[in-house]
């Protein structure tokens, strides 16, 4: 029986605690804000959109070998000896023509992994997280500034430096040899 | 009369079930209400963890181990890479051991919230999960602030830590204890100490000490069982040894010892020993830099090693062997909610369809750590 | 009486009834559902450190507007094994069950549906009549969880009665008369008349009621909450467990036709209780109409003050659904015969023995 | 009691076996026969000097120290060599460790199941044919835990390769 009366009571006085508590939240200060119009200013450190900047990239190809999902892919041409790509911001000679840098974001993983093996930190994560897109395709981030034709075009003066540095080095293993040939064929 | 002919009836649950904690199917032979078998199955969200890492450099698994637990996945940073570390007894500074501490605990905290929070909804009281997130909102402020992310971190890195702590984090943290305080006694009078509730976890889903050891159980749900076993006190890895704090343990004051209130009650007082921790680590942390012993290409000798820690879940085990190469030969994980859940079937037979979700909510399993 | 006015007016007295009758169903159970919905989402939004709709109108007040258009234009899908005539007059059964209820409710001395002498032996009837809805709505489903869900309502709201029934018992023998007109009559204008402190009943007698109502009150109410399957006895539609109970296969209107239907039965609970112990239309402090001596103002202000009461227990309601936790069906079971019904008939008794000192 | 000890006592009770401790970085290795592996492990959780109460893990590795054969198509694929599966046990009273290792054919990779020692060891054993293709005999319904029941192949192993179709649906991405 004193169980009996013990079960009610506790029921009627528990009830009545959590509703004190609830009651008492009726007047507390609410603590989610309005998302579009008021948004939370994230720290510094936050990571979620990539960002390269090309000017500033050797193309040393850290990030990508860095990155455990395999989403950047880049492309380089070895620059001619006679052109001048111009100097990083932190004083690197740039040797190579970056002719492309894809950043697959839809398959990024925000992990940072590829921020610090770079060299001229020209890869960061900013604080942008609303970059949704329709298509898929979209968010495949082209960052190289070199249109498709000047790429093709860096490709092809290579290829043809290439030809031509082949063809010296065929010419001077003919000269070296005894039976001298006339070396009319490493001018041209 | 003729005796009616009654059948039983297999009513599915899951992997889309409102209370199973994400992709996990409950195959459940009823027998009216009262419950004849429960056959889990699970495998919904496997993404082949084991293969990955056999792929990647030992770095690059960090952020694969973080996908594993989502809820803790500061603590499965801390278990790969102490293992790794021992691999190749790489001795971390004084200033990155404190913060792996002080980070594991608020992990633990804000994963004992959710588990806490959802535990409510599974009995039906909503209001406690919200104020639990609330609270839970602040540590994944801190995190952000530290490392830049808010679930998955890949901050501890093999040999130290990705950022040090910003100025403005010891500040931050106190005044977050200062109120956590506050909100765990409002939790209390809220769910804990609620007759509705009590009525609904006490002798409910009783697991006896010596069938939790013999099943592997660990953590907050063999602790539930009475059994004393805390990796951090009985052994100690990294220096929990320097903290004191106490091991709560089941002692059955709502209905018998074992029992769904008792596993609850462990994860609210283990909150409470959390912040402890946090407190005197505040004090003791000395200064240095967190990324000094990090050593630019980690290729540990050839070997094998296993390596546990106790996370918010129970005890996460790591199996590592190396082949001296660049990527690890085998990494095998010892989940928590892997092994807890197996005693599902064994505390739910005889009672009714509430009390499985009951029991699966006291059981605290999170399917990205089962399914690996 | 509004309807005998009616009556005249349409020279045939059963249209005249018909029409005072249903007055109710178009002028306040529509505005009141939509609003108690918006209610019960800030009531708990609030409790619960958030903010609630405030984007749809302003501040949110067209949300549940929105929300009905919303339903209007979604699929009425039939699952394909369902038991199609079950499945479609299941909704109207219950629609019906609830708003039946509300012909017999006193709204003001003016007005009321119908004046029958039973009324509040009609609305105990009636209410009981969307048992039959659930069930027919849980078969019809042909889903294992909405069976369940509908066993389990029936068997809830059945044994609920019970209690229900012996605490208006207790409240009906103090009070003498089953007709809610009469009953809100007798409770006249001082709250200290209200049956819950004892009544119009002079003496000693007055101060023994005290206990004795309050008691029968508390009991009423739980077991309401019971019949209207609101937490912490909402199991036939428990999310957790049975995903959503008996309503798991609707959607669209007829979704909304439960929604209603349940948000109607709580208005209908709360008034019983209002017009029974609280005094149903009078109010608490005297009528401005008498002070300012404008005697068409009285009806007007004994609808507000009905409405007002009515309304203040909804809000009890919701506020006990976003508190509690869930019971098991057993438990329920327990709470209903264990605890809830001896107390009422020990209440019965006291009462029964108060009305024979003289 | 560190590994030798243990050792001794298990020299003891099974003398005609023959077992080979390991050193290892992590701690030492005990290689055990598969065929005695049952009543060793049953020795072990009975004998009060020892009390190993807990399986803490119980994984599947492939050694893959067979001979590499290269295929047409450029994948390798593995004949003879070892696969195997192994044990870390822990006293709850003592508070030791131990860990065993069983080696197994690749052919048909055999191995008594503990399950009936240690409860904990079914879903792992299941998990280990699962992604391995280590039978373990006398295991009460021996199925895949992780993949679909009709799946082909044993990930894990080193020369795995994806099947192309599964149930009409393509797996390579």
Known sequence: ?188 | MAELKTDQIVLNMGPQHPSTHGVLRLEVVLDGEVVVDVKPHIGYLHRCFEKHAEAMTYPQVIPYTDRMDYLASMYMNFGYVEAVERLMNIEVPERVKYIRVIMGELQRIASHLVAVGTFGIDIGAFTPFLYCFRDRERILDLFEMTCGARLLYNYMWIGGLSHDLPPQFIPKLKSFLKDFRKSLKELNDLLSYNKIFIDRTANIGVLPADTAINYGCTGPVLRGSGVNWDLRKNDPYSIYDRFDFEVCVGKGEMGTVGDCWDRYMVRVREMEQSCRIIEQAIEQIPDGDVTSAIPKRVKPPVGEIYFRVESPKGELGYHIVSDGSLNPFRVKVRAPSFVNLQILPIISRGHLVADIIANLGSLDIVLGEIDR | ?358 | ?173
């Open chain 4, 1 to 173: 009691m560190t590994a030798k000890e243990i050792l001794e006592i298990i020299k003891e009770k099974f003398p005609e076996e023959q077992f080979e401790l390991k050193e290892n970085i992590g701690g030492e290795i005990l290689i055990v026969p598969a065929k005695i592996l049952r009543d060793l492990c049953l020795f072990l959780r009975d004998d009060e000097r020892l009390a190993f109460d807990v399986l803490m893990n119980l994984s599947g590795l492939d050694l893959a120290d067979g001979e590499k054969k290269k295929l047409e198509d450029g994948t390798i694929e593995i004949v003879g060599g070892h696969l195997a599966t192994v044990y870390h046990l822990h006293s709850m009273k003592f508070n030791h460790k131990l860990t065993l290792k069983v080696l197994l054919p690749r052919e048909n990779p055999v191995v008594p199941s503990v399950e009936r020692v240690w409860r904990a060891a079914d879903w792992h054993e299941r998990e280990a044919y699962d992604l391995l293709g280590i039978i373990f005999e006398g295991h009460h319904n021996l199925k895949r835990i992780l993949l679909p029941e009709d799946w082909e192949g044993y990930p894990l192993r080193k020369d795995y390769k994806v099947q192309e179709f599964y149930q009409g649906m393509k797996v390579p991405y």
């Open chain 3, 1 to 358: 009486m509004i309807s005998d006015y009616l009556a005249e007016f349409f020279g045939n007295k059963i249209l005249g009834y018909l029409i005072s009758a249903a007055l109710p169903l178009f002028l306040w159970i529509l505005p009141y559902a939509l609003y108690a919905v918006y209610a019960e989402r800030k009531v708990s939004a609030f409790m619960q450190d958030r903010i609630g709709p405030n984007r749809v109108g302003p501040k949110g007040l067209l949300q549940t507007i929105a929300d009905i258009l919303k339903l209007i234009q979604k699929e009425d899908i039939v699952p394909a094994s369902a038991d199609k005539p079950l499945f479609v007059t299941a909704p109207y059964v219950i629609f019906a069950g609830t708003f039946a209820a509300f012909a017999a409710l006193p709204f003001s001395s003016v007005y009321i549906g119908s004046n029958i002498d039973l009324g509040v032996f009609y609305i105990m009837a009636v209410s009981s009549f969307s048992v039959i809805g659930i069930l027919m709505a849980g078969w019809a489903g042909n889903n294992k969880y909405s069976l369940y869900g509908a066993m389990r309502s029936v068997a809830q709201i059945v044994s609920y009665e019970v209690p229900a029934l012996l605490a208006i018992v207790t409240a009906v023998m103090v009070i003498g008369t089953l007709n809610l007109n009469e009953i809100s009559q007798m409770q006249t204008s001082r709250f200290w008349n209200w049956w819950i402190l004892g009544g119009p009943v002079e003496g000693i007698q007055k101060f023994l009621y005290i206990i004795p109502m309050i008691i029968a009150f508390i009991i009423f109410f739980i077991a309401s909450l019971a019949e209207v399957n609101r937490t912490p006895f909402d199991i036939p539609e428990a999310e957790s467990e049975l995903v959503a109970g008996f309503h798991t296969e609707y959607t669209g209107m007829k979704f909304a036709m439960f929604f209603l239907a349940e948000y109607g039965n709580m208005f209908v609970v709360s008034a019983i209780s209002v017009s029974i112990f609280f005094g149903g239309w009078q109010s608490p402090f005297g009528y401005l109409g008498n002070s300012l001596g404008i005697n068409w103002l009285i009806p007007i202000e004994q609808v507000f003050w009905f409405l007002f009461k009515g309304s203040l227990l909804v809000l009890v309601q919701m506020w006990l659904r976003w508190t509690l936790p869930r019971l098991r069906v057993d438990q329920l079971m327990s709470l209903c015969w264990k605890y809830l019904t001896p107390y009422a008939f020990i209440n019965l008794v006291i009462v029964g023995i108060i009305t024979l000192i003289k």
């Open chain 1, 1 to 188: 029986m004193k169980e009996y009366l013990r079960n009610t009571w506790l029921g009627i006085y528990t009830v009545l605690v959590g509703m004190k508590v609830t009651l008492s939240h009726l007047f507390k200060p609410k603590v989610t804000i309005q998302y579009p119009d008021v948004r939370i200013q994230l720290p510094e450190r936050a990571r979620n959109r990539l960002y390269v900047n090309i000017d500033d990239c050797i193309g040393c190809d850290q990030c990508s070998r860095a990155c455990p999902v395999d989403c950047i892919e880049i492309e380089t041409v070895k620059a001619v000896p006679g052109e001048n790509l111009g100097i990083t911001s932190n004083g690197k000679r740039k040797a190579l023509w970056v002719t492309k840098f894809d950043i697959d974001i839809a398959k990024c993983c925000y992990c940072g992994l590829c921020v610090y093996p770079c060299p001229t930190e020209c890869i960061w994560m900013t604080d942008v997280y609303e970059f949704s897109e329709y298509r898929r395709e979209d968010l495949i981030y082209h960052f190289s500034n070199l249109s498709p034709e000047e790429a093709l075009q860096k490709k092809l003066n290579y290829k043809k430096f290439e030809e031509e540095k082949a063809r010296q080095k065929a010419a001077q293993a003919t000269t070296a040899n005894p039976n001298p040939k006339q070396d009319s064929g490493n001018e041209n």
